[in-house]
């Protein structure tokens, strides 16, 4: 089975500082990978490096089997590799469609839209409003409502609608609980394993340990700026992960099939 996404041996270093250190990482075809790790582990930056938002120093990265080479996050989505990061990344002021089409908007046929750049906005706000209701997030008065009129579990909806609507090879999750309520963030799981069911692969960061053995189908242990091992969550406890990542207990010496 070919990895979505493979890196082998990625190196990053900031100065004196190594933040990745000959780190290895692989998602797999219609997986929820859980990428684990003490703060400074280096596993934020282990992904940085594979949207691009990093550029790796050494090692190589394939996606589908195929080396790449991202310069930034831009070329990574052209690619259909999206991101819902932590703060969201929405502008607040502009509309939920506004938001889903930020960057990447829809221009009317012909003249109207190659020469004077008109916005085809019914287009945009269908697109918005189908997807929105394929994840069951049509709860929102309407799709013209301002985002900072939303609560943040909608705002997170809203975020992950977006990377599930665009990406076409895998998303990325940075803590998308993190700041939500016990309710909002039980929404926001349902929502991940929605899209999982549709096929999309996905990079879930988290400190969250429930979250991330409810969900995962493998975990991913980042330690000391590299791949400690990847665990199967139904073989190992909470307890045992913590102990990986801290340092606590030996890694099994061999890594989850």
Known sequence: MTPVVQAKGIVKRYGHVTAIDHSDFELRPGEILAVIGDNGAGKSSIVKAI???TVP???EILIEGKPV???SPIEAREMGIEIVYQNLALSPALSIADNMFTGREIRKPGFLGNVLRM?????MEKFAREKLSELGLMTVQSIKQ???TLSGGQRQ???VARAAA???KFIIMDEPTAALGVKESRKVLELIK???ARGIPIILISHNMPHVFEVADRIHIHRLGKRLCTIDPKDYTMSDAVAFMTGAKEPPEKDAA
Not at 119 to 123: G, T, V
């Open 51 to 53: 949207c691009g938002a």
């Open 57 to 59: 120093d050494e090692g």
């Open 69 to 71: 080479k991202f310069s």
């Open 119 to 123: 916005l085809d906005k019914p287009a």
């Open 146 to 148: 301002p985002v900072e």
């Open 157 to 159: 909806g809203i975020a």
């Open 166 to 168: 665009f990406a076409t």
């Open 194 to 196: 929605d899209v999982r």
